[in-house]
């Protein structure tokens, strides 16, 4: 009878903030969707409200129209601001974005995958991580810093110029420079700095996918490619490409989408053909045109759906 009175007296008590959550527990235990909900409430909303809140708005404003008088914005529903994109200087300034975009990322897809492969087949792990420490290293830099350092770089006065002047090739730059389109007075000011800028800035983000979609092949799909009597280049045809396709279009969603919306690299290294960020800023910012601005935005939007789906139709996707 002590004992038990004694066993009373010093068992534990459950303070009332233990019970709380010990009930607390008991019922998300028995509710897991709602816990669920609970967990996906947050980012579901930032993305509900802020980005695709931010599109809706700005699809919105491309209906307005700007009063060509007062300069106010009038909030009446007109497709005057799309047509507005076809005319013939508005057009050129979509075709010229989506053709760099386009030359830009067949440029990185040519530079990446022979490294990419590399490192994913070939590299011991020292050098493996070397090459990603060389990969990444740009990426720490400042994006500004870099653009302003090409401008030198392919200056009349830069390295790019003296090394082909040493090489006695200087005729053949001035032959590329004069070609109509893409040259210019020197590099640092024509559609070929821009390029090269575009394809240094933007390679690491086709590196990267391309050597991760490598990495899932295994070795014995190639090896019983071999032992089937293909030989390297079926192989590579045959079930690296087809494999390593995910990784490419992961890489090129990124090479293709930034640079239809960049406009420091065209504002730096360009001259005045503009493109559509450039487009974007000036009648935002300089002609405070909003509608025509917003406009302009939805045709990388409308681009890239063209683009996701076109890759979503012929296989991309399906080894993700």
Not at 4 to 12: F, G, M, N, W, Y
Not at 55 to 60: D, P
Request: hydrophobic fraction near 55%; aromatic fraction near 12%; glycine fraction near 6%.
């Amino acid at each position: 009878m002590a004992d038990t009175q004694t066993s009373k007296l010093t068992a534990p008590s459950t303070s009332p903030r233990q019970k709380l959550q010990r009930d607390l527990s008991n019922f998300f235990y028995r509710h897991p969707r709602l816990v669920l909900a609970l967990l996906l409430a947050p980012p579901l909303l930032w993305l509900v409200v802020v980005y695709l809140g931010s599109l809706g708005t700005l699809l919105l404003q491309s209906f307005f129209r700007l009063d060509d008088f007062t300069g106010q914005v009038v909030r009446e529903f007109t497709l005057r601001n799309y047509a507005s994109l076809f005319e013939r200087a508005n057009l050129d300034i979509i075709l010229r974005t989506a053709g760099m975009a386009a030359a830009v990322t067949l440029a990185c897809v040519l530079l990446a995958f022979p490294l990419a492969y590399y490192m994913a087949r070939y590299a011991p792990p020292r050098t493996k991580a070397l090459l990603y420490l060389l990969v990444l290293l740009p990426l720490w830099s400042s994006y500004i810093v870099r653009v302003y350092s090409w401008k030198l770089i392919l200056a009349k006065e830069g390295v790019v110029t003296w090394f082909f002047e040493r090489l006695g090739l200087l005729w053949l730059l001035e032959a590329l420079l004069a070609l109509p389109g893409i040259g210019g007075p020197s590099l640092s000011v024509s559609t070929i700095g821009v390029f090269v800028a575009f394809v240094y800035v933007w390679l690491p983000y086709m590196i990267l996918p391309i050597e991760a979609a490598l990495e899932r092949i295994p070795p014995s799909m190639l090896e019983a490619s071999g032992d089937l009597g293909a030989r390297p280049r079926q192989t590579f045809r045959g079930v690296v490409l087809p494999l390593a396709l995910p990784g490419i279009v992961a890489g090129s969603i990124f090479t293709f989408s930034l640079t239809l919306g960049d406009f420091i690299i065209p504002g730096v290294l360009g001259n005045s053909s503009f493109y559509i960020g450039q487009a974007v800023l000036q009648h935002q910012g300089t002609a405070g045109n909003i509608p025509l601005a917003a406009a302009f935005t939805v045709v990388p939007i409308i681009i890239m759906a063209v683009y996701l789906l076109v890759a979503r139709r012929l296989g991309a996707f399906d080894a993700l």
